[in-house]
C-alpha cells in the first residue's frame, strides 16, 4: 500500500490562532488529495478536494477563506485553519489517491485539533 | 440525495464466532463499494474494494457481499480476534474521484 504522512498528529492553539496541517504521500505522487473532518461517533466529512497546481474545491458549507488548502506539488497538500475557535475544534485527516480515478483511499494518520 | 447506512450501535461478538457487518445505500447506484478500518484516533485504513460486477470479494478472515439489487454490502469477519475490535466504514464512489462515507459501526470483539 501506499504511505500518507499528516502532521502534526495532535496540536492546541489559542482561539485566533492560525494553524497548518501538512499531508504528504511518502512513496507515489499524488494528483488529487482530499481533507475530511471528523467528529467523534459520526462519518467523515469531506471538506475540500485539492487537485495539484490548481485551486481546490470546496464543500458547501466550508469556508474557503477559513479553511485554506494548498497543494503546490505531487507529494504535499497544506491545511491552514485561520483564526481558529473553539468550534473548529476536531480531528482533520487527509487522504491522497495514487492516479485520477476512484481506487482505494490512503489516508494519513489524522490531526486532533483542539482549540482552547 | 445518496444516503448510505451503517448500524450505529455497536456490535459485540465473542471471540472466535464470525462477525457481520452491514451497509445498506440509497439512490444511488454505485460501481464499486470499499471497507475501511478505523481505530480510535487514527485514520481509516483500507481493507476491501468490490466492485458493482463482483458477488464477494475475500481476503484472509475477510469476505465482502454485494448484492446492488438490494442495495446492500456485508462485511464478515471469521474467527473473530479481539484485535478485529475497532470502527469499520463502508465507502461508496461519488463524483470528482471523492468516496461518500457511511458513519461506521462499532464491532467489540470479547475475549
Known amino acids: 500500500g501506499a504511505v500518507v504522512s499528516q502532521h502534526p498528529s495532535w496540536v492546541i492553539c489559542k482561539s485566533g490562532t492560525s494553524v497548518k496541517i501538512e499531508c504528504r504521500s511518502l512513496?507515489?505522487?499524488?494528483?488529487?488529495m482530499f481533507w475530511y473532518r471528523q467528529f467523534p461517533k459520526q462519518s467523515l466529512m469531506l471538506m475540500a478536494t485539492?487537485?495539484?497546481?490548481?485551486?481546490?474545491?470546496?464543500e458547501q458549507g466550508v469556508e474557503k477563506d477559513k479553511f485554506l488548502i494548498n497543494h503546490a506539488s505531487l507529494t504535499l497538500s497544506t491545511l491552514t485553519v485561520t483564526s481558529a475557535h473553539p468550534e473548529d475544534s476536531s480531528f482533520y485527516i487527509c487522504s491522497a489517491g495514487k492516479r485520477r480515478q476512484n481506487t482505494e483511499a490512503f489516508f494519513g494518520q489524522g490531526t486532533r485539533l483542539t482549540v482552547v | 440525495s445518496q444516503k448510505i447506512e451503517q448500524n450505529s450501535e455497536a456490535l459485540n461478538i465473542q471471540e472466535g464466532k464470525t462477525a457481520t457487518l452491514t451497509c445498506n445505500y440509497t439512490?444511488?447506484?454505485?460501481?464499486?463499494l470499499q471497507w475501511y478500518r478505523q481505530d480510535p484516533g487514527r485514520g481509516p485504513v483500507f481493507l476491501l474494494l468490490?466492485?458493482?460486477n463482483e458477488k464477494e470479494k475475500r481476503k484472509e478472515r475477510l469476505k465482502v457481499t454485494f448484492d446492488t439489487t438490494l442495495k446492500q454490502s456485508l462485511f464478515h469477519i471469521t474467527a473473530s480476534q479481539p484485535a478485529d475490535s475497532a470502527t469499520y466504514l463502508c465507502?461508496?464512489?461519488?463524483?470528482?474521484?471523492?468516496?461518500?462515507w457511511g458513519a461506521g459501526t462499532k464491532l467489540i470483539i470479547k475475549p
Open positions: 439512490n444511488y447506484s454505485p460501481a464499486y
Open positions: 465507502a461508496l464512489d461519488g463524483s470528482n474521484y471523492q468516496l461518500i
Open positions: 468490490i466492485r458493482e
Open positions: 485539492s487537485n495539484e497546481g490548481s485551486k481546490a474545491t470546496y
Open positions: 512513496d507515489f505522487q499524488a494528483t488529487t
